[in-house]
């Protein structure tokens, strides 16, 4: 098929004098000095992605929030923790890249105040509340400053997945969102395999099963094809 | 200094035909599958723990929140994610045991209510309120539980650190307590080192900073001799 077929070019320099950055594993929104809101990541499907482009011959930069990974060697690196420090790298790294991958599952909320101090517990308060208050979308505004630029999102989904991520392809105005049922039992997440669905304007195509290293070959040989033909057809 | 003779007893076997139970790591608590509130942990002072008390001749559970340590291979090892899968598993171990080490970060609160699927973006709602709940406390549920059981807390705070532990240690109903400043740079949490204080109804112990192997040792020695002669003058 041609996910294969593409999947077989990995190492023809597909994207050889082109600059990627790619967003990889969670972000942390403190409460306090000791706790945080997170969401479930590894960042295994953010890195491999990394680790193929640079394959691909891609200059890559790679924006990762906390994780137990080793980066690839060639990759430039920057380590974040909150939604807003990965906004600001991605911004300032953007301006200079042609393909930007959001594969961080970013915390679409962080607590409205941080406590400088640990929160004590409330005596025998036995519940707390906790106002939360939406963080930026940074493929969102990625995709808005640099119009050019070939923007990828990842839509992390538990159910209507499809339904789901196109309504979030054209909310957040990207070229590409690759759509990741993660209630699937032994995908996703800390898995080291992973399924997806990539849709664009043109098509939806679904890339079964396998290893996130493979995966993620598969969808930089897509990505590479996509976004130069866009580019060809831009103004 | 004593803390240092006790250590160069490591490995006298003074603990052996002990069993220790020592929890380690955070805990997660969900809001949905995707996203979760935690703590910051490592694990590594808990899994510090466990090694010198196997070093010290000790039969070690360790009951882990999710981490990313290699467990010491001679420990009896359970995976717990949430802070009621940890005091299950701590209430059923704790029932043969002579000491009981808390150094889990335990999640305090939790969220009152757990989405099966992904909570959506409220559309343009730009804050979301959320109820956390109390969790249980796990070492002052064990205490009460075996009140025979060598008891020992661990007490992260920011600030008034001493003050809060003390009165924590009496709150919970333990034994002892090792007060940890995690807002001093270098220790704590993340760090390969750490300084803290041991308390009982005796005496304030203050241990330097150095490795948390090197500390979990002098711990364990420690703990191993206010143990034996608690035991001693037990009824």
Known sequence: DIAEQLAG??????????????????????????????????????????????????????????????????????RVETAEQMLEASLCSAADADLFIAAAAVCDYRPAAVSEQKIKKQGDAQALHLTLVANPDIIAEVAQRYPHLYTVAFAAETERVLDYAKAKRERKGVNCIIANDVSAAGIGFNSDENAVTLIDAEQELALAQCSKTQLARELIALLAEKSKSTKDIAP
Do not use: W
Request: hydrophobic share 40%; aromatic share 4%.
């Open 9 to 78: 070019r990995f190492e023809s320099g597909a994207l050889s004098g082109k600059t990627l950055v790619i967003t990889a594993g969670p972000t942390r929104e403190a409460l306090d000095p000791v706790r945080y809101i997170s969401n479930h990541s590894s960042g295994k499907m953010g890195y491999a992605l990394a680790e193929a482009a640079l394959e691909a011959g891609a200059k890559v930069i790679l924006i990762s929030g906390p994780c137990q990974l080793a980066p690839p060697e060639r990759a430039s690196l920057t």
